[in-house]
């Protein structure tokens, strides 16, 4: 317990002015910037930025990374949970978000919303954010300074907690981004096939083959995307079973589990 309250102090005082040098955070930022260091392939290292933000982050409860095709589409290779692929994906199939607009470059390094029940600029991603239960976003740029085939990305990180991720939480981020961009340097061009060839393509598998459950579900239930998934997620749930085996069965199996 101790431990854990130091961790939370050092946590909370990150940021704030308060010296943390020799804290639990600190080390955390240490140990991060040697993994990076270490890290050969675009795949480890946004593995170890995704990972790292969302243990230092304050507020941070679901974390993602978006990135930018050559064809201008955007796709989510990596994230704490499949919840995160689905609001990435609302606001690719809108056009606009914080992760879209973010990637995009236009944005001043990041975006944020601390509350996204009156967020007015994304309404269709606003919706299902609530409706997940998350209610603030910031979105730091990733390589901002990319040029193809490298492109630029950005470092997603919802949380259910309104006004959780403040100032203090931007800063992290931004540090964390920034170790993340200048170790995506020296690896090779970030793209899409690059990561569908690591051992991220099982991510990238995952996201396709629930989008397969989920077009059964809605073609023999008549339910909407947004119900198809989350009737995925309580049955997987329920059934103590990984979201994507849960969408893997229903998708190679279908016919056979059909009901008169």
Excluded at 137 to 150: G, Q
């Amino acid at each position: 317990m101790a431990d854990e309250r130091l961790w939370q102090r050092d946590k909370a005082g990150f940021g704030s002015g308060e010296d943390t040098s020799a804290g639990p955070l600190a080390e955390q930022f240490v140990e991060l910037t040697r993994l990076l260091l270490a890290a050969s392939t675009p795949a480890q290292v946004l593995e170890q930025v995704v990972a790292a933000a969302y243990r230092v982050v304050p507020g941070a409860d679901l974390v993602s990374v978006t990135l930018r095709a050559p064809d201008g589409t955007f796709h989510t290779p990596v994230s704490t949970g499949e919840v995160a692929m689905e609001l990435d994906e609302v606001q690719y199939r809108a056009g606009t978000g914080p992760c879209v607009d973010t990637a995009d470059g236009e944005s001043p390094g990041y975006i944020r919303s601390e509350d996204l029940k009156a967020e007015k600029r994304w309404p269709d991603f606003s919706r299902a954010a609530v409706r997940h239960g998350y209610t603030a976003i910031l979105s730091t740029l990733l390589v901002p300074d990319a040029a193809p085939p490298r492109l630029p990305g950005a470092l997603n990180i919802y949380s259910r907690r309104p006004g959780a991720l403040d100032s203090q939480a931007q800063d992290t981020a931004l540090l964390l981004a920034t170790h993340g961009s200048l170790a995506l340097a020296t690896t090779s061009a970030v793209s899409r096939a690059d990561l569908e060839t690591s051992h991220l393509r099982r991510a990238v598998e995952s996201r396709d083959v629930i989008g397969q459950a989920k077009g059964i579900l809605m073609q023999r239930r008549g339910l909407t995307a947004d119900e198809a998934f989350d009737l995925l997620r309580r049955t997987s749930q329920d059934l103590n079973v990984k979201l994507a085996e849960l969408a893997r069965t229903l998708a190679d199996r279908h016919t056979e589990l059909d009901t008169p």
